[in-house]
């Protein structure tokens, strides 16, 4: 051990630790995990003052041979004064080169020669190193649990069985243990012959609540309780004689119960019966169970913290994706989210359909770099910037350019050394897309993204030719957007590049099999197309995948009533006139008042504030009229509210109050104001609004 102060203050804490005979019960050690910087963030049975102190431990780096245990001895000082020799193992617990290294070491006296099971090749040593190696191997209780049982069948005990907490199976912090004994569920029963002894409880069984007498409240002191005898087993159980046969295996006499504790809180039971082996258990073997249960204890932990995490984060991304499947004027979609196999889990994939103005409908995939808890929060949080970000209806490209701005200005401009999660969304990669289904064409661009697959009626698909910015949070580089036509039942597939990226394979072949499956199955819907892509690509284990099927629709020509007209005040009253005229064609008579209030204070504001040429459109389409008046300015309209004696200054406020919604939004050149009103409520609205405004003196 190496001097420093640190190394002091935990010299002290172990010393303390071990002058308690309560801890180092007949010498059965303290067994610690440390992390990277040798500080202590768990242990058992319970490492007491030991938690957030600093060991200074010579180790070695975990790089060198992750299978080899570092073994040393040194001094350390008690309170009493007296040199307390220490002797320590440890072994990684990281697998080799990932993330910061990870020690699992045991402190046992130096000064007393361990139990001579440790050495050799007994029964005891070699059972003892298959649990070094063995458990902790699995991120699930279950599989923990059995591995756990299954150690000990036949060599040790003829029956094995784990019981653990409802609690820490929903992964929730572990109870106090006098409250675990009663809500107890056994998750693996093991035996010789594989069967469940008759009428003992089986796994999955919840177990009744145990009394608590003397030798189960002794477990908090002592790392195994030790009992002999079919009377007294039922007797230390706290038994009625109608509860013992689904307790007590057959033939039982012979009992060792292992707590599994990390840091004072039990996370299960372990327990070892005998009832065809003669002898009984010993102290020796009930050392071997308290070395076995203190590895499956820390074990369990980080399982249960592992899956909590996991939960947590699953549970925020299914919440921020929206409906997987949509239908809207411009498109019906389906979406899939396939969370990483293996331990990478759920990351930060994620796509979006967004209802815009005049019926159009905007598609987002994006690819937030990293997994885990930190990536899913950071693309909650660019999900939630682009759909704000597209409600001011931008077109593509200007919508990356104010995302990347956002990235740069507000969340990467930190500590690199700060655990924000915001950081996260550096590097993440946006693919845009807004199809107006008026017009039949579709504006896209990327941000560092994949391109989109574009499958047209009769034709083979295609990807769409882009020329993608950086991803976000790089800066500097424009967006820029390209346009293409998309007659209607078009498909559209965007996706992540987990669908397509291969570590041994070109990108190209995943794209080409993709292609291929889109154009097999073209007819289909898109639930199946969805299925039929992820069976045919097989999206590797270490990498989440986002895929959002788009088939386009078009609004009909009977549909759209668009005019030109001059910039001249006499043609406010040209408009009215056209807008009564087609309403009566569509049947909605009952909407022409309101309709042409709107468009006149409309029309009137681009020739005074536009100039010429104005353009007038009308939609009428599900239920929805839409109007919208178009003109050269790239000023913003701004609503504001007149007082009594303003001469003007009402017309926009009056909008409001006559639609459901209302809006301007740029074009390539000059801008366009729009109106929604739906055709079902607008009448008893319009009753309502013009009652209102007109009884007041403020027009």
């Not at 889990?345 to 994006?366: E, I, K």
């Amino acid at each position: 051990m190496r001097s420093s102060d640190p190394a002091d203050s935990a010299d002290a804490a172990v010393g303390d630790t071990i002058d308690s005979e309560q801890t180092f019960v007949r010498n059965g050690g303290l067994v610690l995990v440390l992390d990277g910087r040798q500080v202590v963030v768990s242990g058992t049975p319970d490492p007491g003052r030991l938690l957030g102190r600093r060991m200074d431990l010579y180790l070695g780096t975990a790089l060198d041979d992750p299978y080899t245990v570092r073994t040393g001895t040194t001094v350390i000082h008690s309170p009493a004064g007296r040199h307390e020799p220490v002797r320590y193992s440890a072994q990684p617990l990281t697998p080799r080169g990932e993330g910061d290294a990870a020690w699992l070491v045991r402190l046992t006296r130096a000064g007393l020669e361990p139990p001579a099971r440790g050495r050799g090749n007994t029964p005891h040593a070699r059972l003892s190193h298959a649990a070094a190696m063995s458990v902790g191997a699995s991120l699930e209780m279950t599989d923990i649990a059995t591995g756990l049982a299954r150690l000990l069948v036949p060599d040790f005990a003829d029956v094995a069985s784990v019981d653990i907490p409802e609690e820490v199976l929903d992964t929730e912090e572990p109870p106090p243990a006098t409250r675990s004994m009663r809500r107890l569920r056994r998750v693996a029963v093991i035996t010789p012959d594989g069967r469940t002894p008759p009428h003992y409880h089986g796994a999955g069984k919840r177990l009744p609540p145990f009394p608590d007498p003397p030798q189960l409240h002794a477990m908090g002191d002592n790392p195994v309780v030790r009992v002999s005898g079919r009377a007294e087993l039922a007797g230390a159980l706290g038994l009625t004689p109608d509860e013992t046969p689904t307790l007590i295996p057959e033939g039982a006499h012979s009992l060792l119960i292992a707590p599994l504790f990390v840091s004072g809180r039990l996370l299960g039971v372990l327990a070892a019966w005998r009832t065809t082996t003669a002898a009984q258990f010993d102290e020796d073997d009930a050392d071997l169970l308290a070395e076995i249960a203190s590895r499956g204890a820390l074990a369990l932990d980080n399982a249960r913290r592992y899956a909590r995490e996991h939960h947590t984060t699953v549970a925020l991304q299914r919440s921020l994706l929206p409906p997987v499947t949509t239908d809207t004027p411009a498109a019906t979609t389906a979406g899939t989210y396939v969370p990483a196999r293996g331990d990478a889990g759920v990351g930060g994939d994620w796509y979006d359909v967004l209802p815009l103005s005049s019926l159009r409908a905007g598609f987002v995939v994006g690819d937030v770099v990293g997994h885990g808890l930190r990536a899913a929060v950071a693309m909650g949080r660019l999900r939630t910037a682009v759909q704000s970000i597209a409600d001011r209806d931008l077109d593509p490209g200007e919508m990356l350019a104010h995302l990347d701005d956002l990235v740069l200005g507000r969340w990467i401009d930190r500590d690199t050394g700060d655990v924000y999660p915001d950081v996260a969304a550096q590097g993440a990669t946006v693919l845009y897309a807004v199809y107006d289904p008026v017009l039949h064409r579709c504006a896209v661009a990327s941000a560092g993204h994949p391109p989109p697959l574009v499958l047209r009626p009769g034709e083979e698909p295609e990807f769409m030719e882009l020329t993608p910015g950086p991803p976000l949070g790089v800066g500097g580089l424009p967006f820029e957007t390209v346009e293409v036509d998309m007659p209607p039942d078009t498909l559209l597939a965007l996706y992540t590049d987990g669908l397509v990226e291969r570590r041994d394979d070109d990108i190209s072949t995943a794209m080409t099999e993709l292609a291929t499956v889109m154009r097999r199955h073209r007819h289909e819907s898109l639930d199946t197309i969805g299925s039929e892509v992820l069976r045919a690509l097989q999206p590797p284990d270490g990498d989440d995948v986002a895929l959002l099927l788009a088939r386009v629709r078009a609004v009909s020509a009977e549909s759209v009533a668009e005019w030109n007209l001059p910039g001249d005040p006499s043609i406010v009253r040209r408009a009215r006139e056209l807008t009564h005229h087609q309403l009566g064609c569509w049947g909605l008579d009952e909407l022409a008042h309101t309709t042409e209030l709107v468009v006149s204070e409309l029309v009137t504001n681009a020739i005074r504030y536009g100039g010429s040429p104005v353009e007038l459109r009308l939609i009428y389409r599900d239920d929805t009229l839409i109007c919208e008046v178009s003109d050269p300015s790239n000023s913003q309209p701004r609503m504001r509210r007149a007082t009594v004696n303003d001469e003007g200054g009402r017309g926009l406020f009056l909008v409001a109050q006559l639609t459901q919604r209302w809006g301007s939004r740029y074009r390539s050149t000059g801008k366009t104001i729009w109106t929604e009103q739906n055709v079902s409520t607008a009448p008893a609205l319009q009753s309502v609004v013009l009652t209102g405004v007109f009884d007041t003196d403020t027009l």
